[in-house]
């Protein structure tokens, strides 16, 4: 795995799973994950701060990340 960059399927894949796991309605959210570099932006609305913090942690996770920039809102 290249760590040198973040990847951003599975960036992507680490946060939807993540919001999946601590959704407390399926399928409401809508995070949308970029990634630049070794630097991933979170944008949309979360339900809770579980999901929000899920998100976040997920995105740390993924390989060459070395900065999640949060523009989440949470909603609930």
Do not use: C, K
Not at 6 to 35: C, G
Not at 58 to 76: E, H, K, S, Y
Request: hydrophobic residues 50%.
């Amino acid at each position: 795995m290249d760590f040198s960059r973040a990847a951003p399927l599975d960036v992507t894949v680490l946060v939807q799973d993540a919001l999946d796991r601590n959704a407390l309605i399926s399928d409401d959210s809508d995070v949308a994950v970029d990634t630049a570099g070794n630097t991933v932006t979170l944008t949309g609305h979360v339900r809770t701060w579980a999901e929000h913090d899920a998100a976040i942690g997920a995105a740390w996770m993924a390989g060459g990340v070395f900065q999640v920039r949060d523009d989440l809102v949470i909603t609930g």
